[in-house]
């Protein structure tokens, strides 16, 4: 759409599919304490087909399991390996690298969950958009 003297404004339509294609994946900080302060761990959402092949390899079969059902517990290490960020870019640990933390004791098994279960709200959360008043 033009308006004026050459001037190009985009249309709603275009602006829309822009600032979606724009868009980055959610990320959130959570602060672990350390040594009477705090060490600020960055998790960032997966991609798509990153977290269905994750979620893949840690589904639950049995007869009395829920289908699609998958174990946290076991994903923990390969999950934070995949969705923690290092602040200095430093390329992330593997899963036994985050096995050892916990072995090691260097982290709770509290701590563990938490960090786990923060990664799967950044990647199965729905966003809620502003209440527009309708039922």
Known sequence: ????????????ASSFWERLEDRTLPMATVALPHEGGTVDIVLRALVPAEWEALCATYLMVGDDVEPGSVDIR??????????????????????GWWERLAKR????SGE???LSERCWELNRSVPRGPDLGKD
């Open 1 to 12: 759409m033009r308006t004026g003297k050459g001037v190009r404004v985009p249309s709603a």
């Open 105 to 108: 004791g260097a982290v709770t």
């Open 74 to 95: 076991a994903m923990r290490p390969a999950l934070l390996a995949a969705s923690v960020v290092a602040p200095d870019g430093s390329p992330p640990k593997d899963p």
């Open 112 to 114: 563990l969950d938490y």
